[in-house]
């Protein structure tokens, strides 16, 4: 089973720009499915984005298609989340997650990172 680290969140004004990492551990990080939720206070966790094993596809939620881009490197054991054109609504803490394909839901997750977007 891996374990995931985020890294990467911080303050950021209306418009600008963040690339958040998510390092696992162990060495079968390729069987994973990786994806990004966020929560944001006094809200529900939700998904934001989401790649497969090996990178070839990708899924975004409405809220962020064509500002972020998910992405991941198999051979650094990482995934990443460039987020472009941030806005104040997108502040929340991001967290990391993974999961098999035997798996029905995402089961592994980091600590998360917050990430502030200042109007």
């Known amino acids: 089973q891996v374990q995931l680290v985020e890294s990467g969140g911080g303050l950021v004004h209306t418009g600008g720009s963040l690339r958040l990492s998510c390092a696992a551990s162990?060495?079968?990080?390729?069987?994973?499915?990786m994806a990004w939720f966020r929560q944001a206070p006094g809200k529900e966790r939700e998904f934001v984005a989401a790649?497969?094993?090996?990178?070839?596809?990708?899924y975004y939620a409405d809220s962020v298609k064509g500002r972020f881009t998910v992405s991941r490197d198999n051979g650094k054991n990482t995934v990443y989340l460039q987020m472009n054109s941030l806005k104040p609504e997108d502040t929340a803490v991001y967290y990391c997650?993974?999961?098999?394909?035997?798996?029905?839901?995402?089961?592994?997750w980091g600590q998360g990172t917050q990430v502030t977007v200042s109007s």
């Open positions: 997650a993974a999961k098999q394909d035997t798996e029905r839901s995402f089961d592994i």
């Open positions: 162990g060495r079968t990080f390729s069987s994973y499915n």
């Open positions: 790649v497969t094993r090996s990178g070839g596809r990708t």
